[in-house]
């Protein structure tokens, strides 16, 4: 077994640089780093969110991690072990440890596919028998995250967004993953269909034991399921705590004005944040005074 300490992964200093064409006559070619620096750890069973603004950088991190996209720089560990460097069926056997859900279930499913084809093709990918066979597997993993079993032979489209999404976490679940990585995967949704697909992801997440790296820009989402909190500003983490400590007792100024730009955040949280601020402000007085 591993060490209780060591976290499923460990990403340290990661940077990635885009060539971005500056445009003009000259067309020079300017370098945008996306990710500058960043280092995070996730353990297991744990949900680590990831916030930040839009353009922040939040997505890139997740390619990085997920060894969509290569690094410029910095070390992945995952279970102990570097992936940084891994390559050929190394790479694909840590893809399936590694699972991504995103944003947009129709443009992430494909359309001319079945839900059967669609959640057994990483098994089929990978070659590795479907246990039991693609039908009844599909219709037990459909149950399990609450579709009707019977669908199994309908195509993207015929579904609801909510449940659309479903099938991309049903296909993320087929090769047993360690880590989940949602990159905006509720923020598509409904605020009611939001958090009953918040509350499978938690209910599969017990089920499992399974790690989530979450990814939102919506903080009253993040608030309903991260164990701990990473916030992104400009490419950068600047403040990694655990939930209630980022929410009540932001450290740093730009977690404070995210959280003051969310409208829908429940007021219980918005009134021990803002006593913990008020209590803050007195004490930097106090010491400006002496
Ligand atoms: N493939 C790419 N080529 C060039 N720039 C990119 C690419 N992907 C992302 N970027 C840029 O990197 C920055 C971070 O983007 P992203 O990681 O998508 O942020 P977020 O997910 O937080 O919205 C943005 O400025 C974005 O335009
Ligand atoms: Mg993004």
């Known amino acids: 077994m591993s060490d209780a300490a060591e976290p499923l992964l460990r990403a340290t200093r990661l940077v990635k640089e885009f060539n971005v064409h500056g445009g003009g006559l000259l067309g020079r070619t300017a370098k945008l780093r996306a990710v500058d620096d960043v280092s995070l750890e996730v353990r297991a069973g744990e949900t680590l969110a990831l916030v930040g603004e839009s353009g922040s950088g939040k997505s890139t991190t997740a390619r990085l991690v997920a060894r969509l996209v290569d690094l410029t720089s910095g070390d992945i560990e995952f279970a102990g072990r570097p992936v940084h460097a891994l390559t050929g069926k190394a790479l694909h056997a840590y893809r399936s440890e590694v699972q991504m859900v995103f944003q947009d279930p129709y443009s992430s499913l494909n359309p001319k596919h079945s839900v059967e084809r669609i959640v057994t093709a990483p098994l089929v990918y990978q070659k590795r028998p479907v246990p039991g066979g693609a039908r009844a597997f599909t219709k037990a993993l459909m149950e399990r995250v609450g579709l009707n079993p019977d669908h199994s032979a309908r195509f993207p489209a015929q579904f609801s ?25 509720v923020s598509a949704l409904d605020v ?99």
Do not use: C
Not at 161 to 185: H, M, N, S, T, Y
Not at 207 to 229: K, N
């Open 161 to 185: 967004g909510g449940q659309a999404q479903r099938i991309g976490i049903a296909r993320a679940l087929a090769v047993a993953p360690k880590l989940i990585i949602a990159d905006e995967a």
């Open 192 to 290: 009611s269909v939001q958090a009953q697909v918040i509350n499978l992801l938690r209910r599969l997440q017990d089920e499992e034991g399974f790690s989530y790296l979450f990814i939102a820009h919506d903080l009253a989402v993040v608030r309903q399921i991260a164990t701990r909190v990473a916030v992104m500003s400009e490419g950068r983490i600047v403040e990694t705590g655990d939930r209630d400590q980022v929410f009540e007792e932001p450290r740093d100024p730009y977690t404070r004005k995210l959280l003051a730009a969310v409208p829908r955040i429940r007021p219980e949280w918005d009134a021990a944040r803002r006593r913990n601020e008020a209590a803050r402000l007195e004490r930097e007085r106090q010491e400006a005074d002496r």
